[in-house]
């Protein structure tokens, strides 16, 4: 089991940033893949980033094409912790962000090859 709450979220004008944290526990984190999602209203989950592992074969990073250049995902295994800095945000990029844990590669983007899930925190950008 993995245990996850994110926070950060908030209120942020267009072209402001937020960074976003996410702490797990549970289990050994430092070989799963680890993920941001996020969710607008009426909209499905969507992907929005993913980092991998040294230990796991893949120790990369992928991102969805809307926020390439904008977001970094990172990831400090010693704390069990995930981060997603958010820059030159836009009011699409409102919605819940959605921390995940345990995907399987290369299926990165698909919500339900992720094991563990968050709560979710809020971000929204006024113009």
């Known amino acids: 089991q993995v245990q996850l709450v994110e926070s950060g979220g908030g209120l942020v004008q267009a072209g402001g940033s937020l960074r976003l944290s996410c702490a797990a526990s549970?289990?050994?984190?430092?070989?799963?893949?680890m993920a941001w999602f996020r969710q607008a209203p009426g909209k499905e989950r969507e992907f929005v980033a993913a980092?991998?592992?040294?230990?796991?074969?893949?120790?990369?990073?992928s991102y969805a094409d809307s926020v390439i250049g904008r977001f970094t995902i990172s990831r400090d295994n010693a704390k069990n912790m995930v981060y997603l800095e958010m820059n030159s945000l836009k009011t699409e990029d409102t919605a819940v962000y959605y921390c995940?844990?345990?995907?399987?590669?290369?299926?990165?983007?698909?919500?339900?090859?992720?094991?563990?899930w968050g709560q979710g925190t809020q971000v929204t950008v006024s113009s």
């Open positions: 549970g289990r050994t984190f430092s070989n799963i893949i």
């Open positions: 995940a844990a345990n995907g399987a590669w290369p299926f990165l983007n698909i919500p339900a090859k992720y094991d563990y």
């Open positions: 980092i991998g592992s040294r230990s796991i074969g893949w120790s990369g990073v």
